[in-house]
Antibody, heavy 117, light 110 residues
Framework: QVQLQESGPGLVKPSETLSLTCTVS????????CSWVRQPAGKGLEWIGR???????NYNPSLKSRVTMSVDTSNNQFSLRLTSVTAADTAVYYC???????????WGQGTLVTVSS | QSALTQPASVSGSPGQPITISCTGT?????????VSWYQQHPGKAPKLMIY???NRPSGVSNRFSGSKSGNTASLTISGLQTEDEADYYC??????????FGGGTKLTVL
């Protein structure tokens, strides 16, 4: 059974860069789209973007100028970088995987990232 | 991209059916048969319940079904059970090759 696990700092200062990594075990990321989704406390899901194992990526237009995703197939990991963060970026961040990138079959447990000085 | 429109809340009694709607545009819901539905219990990660409008992943109860007409998709749960009480989110692939979620619907089982 495939498992996804997010890792990274739980606290980021305003104006700095949020960096998270998702490690996939029990299955390969090769041939899959890897996605990031976030959820502020008490609010709905927001799609951040997706990256294919070839490195081709699509991002949410509202975040596109600040987001970069990368993939490391040799270590079965993919990563998220979000620059110039503000308090509005405080959320639980989920990584997820799906064969076509249009639906998210497998999810990590989520990691809370708080933006505060 | 604008979020898909879902009712904020729906409720039903055990054994009854309920339907949750998800309205988008001709650039997302109406453009492709790539609507998904997710169930999220408090403090848990979302779980895929329906993909490509009507398909259920292995292990998902056949009480869950999906449909679409024009720019509106729907999730129907037949024979409500207490464990169905959760938040439900729809999502759609868009013509810009992005994904957009609905605002979410809180289902209460009375």
């Amino acid at each position: 059974q495939v498992q996804l696990q997010e890792s990274g700092p739980g606290l980021v200062k305003p104006s700095e860069t949020l960096s998270l990594t998702c490690t996939v075990s029990g299955g390969s990321i090769s041939g899959f789209f890897c996605s990031w989704v976030r959820q502020p406390a008490g609010k709905g899901l927001e799609w951040i973007g997706r990256i294919y194992t070839s490195g081709s990526a699509n991002y949410n237009p509202s975040l596109k100028s600040r987001v970069t995703m990368s993939v490391d197939t040799s270590n079965n990991q993919f990563s998220l970088r979000l620059t110039s963060v503000t308090a509005a970026d405080t959320a639980v961040y989920y990584c997820a995987r799906g064969p076509g990138g249009r639906n998210l079959d497998d999810w990590g447990q989520g990691t809370l990232v708080t933006v505060s000085s | 991209q604008s979020a898909l429109t879902q009712p904020a809340s729906v409720s039903g009694s055990p054994g009854q059916p309920i339907t949750i709607s998800c309205t988008g545009t001709s650039s997302d819901v109406g453009a492709y048969n790539y609507v998904s539905w997710y169930q999220q219990h408090p403090g848990k990660a979302p779980k895929l319940m329906i993909y490509e409008v009507t398909n259920r992943p292995s292990g998902v109860s056949n009480r869950f079904s999906g449909s679409k007409s024009g720019n509106t998709a729907s999730l129907t749960i037949s024979g409500l059970q207490t464990e169905d009480e959760a938040d439900y989110y729809c999502s759609s692939f868009t013509s810009s090759h992005t994904v957009v979620f609905g605002g979410g619907t809180k289902l209460t089982v009375l």
